[in-house]
């Protein structure tokens, strides 16, 4: 009977006795400190022994349970570091493409062409637009010699981007051409527009490699088309300036 006795108040004992449970808790309180010291990587200039290490220290102190989570959640460290150097780069690119937005700026008000032109920086793109009204007659896709001149000036600055890639872009209002044009539709005028502008910079010596044409007729309106004055500023040439990243 005591032996019995003595059975079960053993077997209560090992019931009642600590849970291990906290081992549990402890684990995942390790992945999220694993997870921010990731995030530190990111943004430092850590290389790849430190982090190799430091991972290695990590798995050491988890213990085996701790090595098998790290080295499932854990990016290989040639991919982070791929991944480190891809966002450091598009960093750059966006630095650099506010550089040639400041030039550009500076380079309006050295030029008079403020108010004429109008730029912004959205996404690295750089986008420098122009009212056809100073490019072209109205109804018409043959450039002015007012026209030709202002787009001299911009061929002057374009030039000097290399590196750049040069979509222009040919925006009309959400008025068809009259009958008595010689264009079938918007969609012409504004393709035309373009490619006209193209030519001219490719003639002043610009790569054609660097160049493309666009027409986009009222799709993208910066106002809405209820007025003259806002379908005036609708219609417009836009040079949009890109660098992809490895250039």
Do not use: C
């Not at 493409?97 to 062409?113: C, P, T």
């Not at 079938?184 to 504004?190: A, G, H, K, T």
Request: hydrophobic share 40%; proline share 4%; no cysteine.
């Amino acid at each position: 009977m005591a032996d019995d006795d003595a059975f079960s108040l053993g077997e209560e004992r090992e019931e009642s006795g600590p849970s291990h449970h906290w081992l549990i808790s402890l684990a995942d309180m390790s992945m999220l400190l694993m997870s921010f010291f990731i995030l530190l990587f990111s943004m430092s200039n850590m290389d790849r022994q430190k982090f190799s290490a430091s991972v290695s220290s990590v798995q050491q102190a988890l213990g085996e349970r701790g090595k098998q989570t790290v080295t499932g959640s854990v990016t290989a460290p040639v991919e982070m570091s791929a991944l480190v150097e891809q966002a450091r780069v598009k960093q750059r690119l966006i630095g650099e493409q506010r550089r040639v937005y400041d030039q550009f700026r500076a380079f309006a008000a050295q030029q008079g062409l403020d108010g004429l032109v109008s730029a912004s920086l959205d996404s690295g793109k750089v986008t420098i637009s122009l009212p056809t009204g100073v490019l072209f007659p109205k109804g018409d896709a043959d450039l002015t010699e007012a026209g030709k001149a202002r787009l001299r000036l911009l061929y002057d600055f374009l030039i000097k981007t290399a590196g750049e890639r040069i979509n222009i872009r040919g925006f009309t209002d959400d008025q068809p051409p009259g009958p008595a044009s010689r264009f079938r539709d918007n969609w012409e005028v504004s393709s035309l527009r373009a490619v006209a502008v193209l030519r001219y910079l490719v003639a002043q010596g610009m790569p054609s490699n660097r160049l493309t044409a666009t027409g986009l007729a009222d799709l993208e309106p910066l106002y809405p088309n209820d007025t003259p004055e806002h379908r005036a500023r609708n219609q417009r040439v836009e040079f949009v300036l890109e660098r992809s990243i490895g250039e």
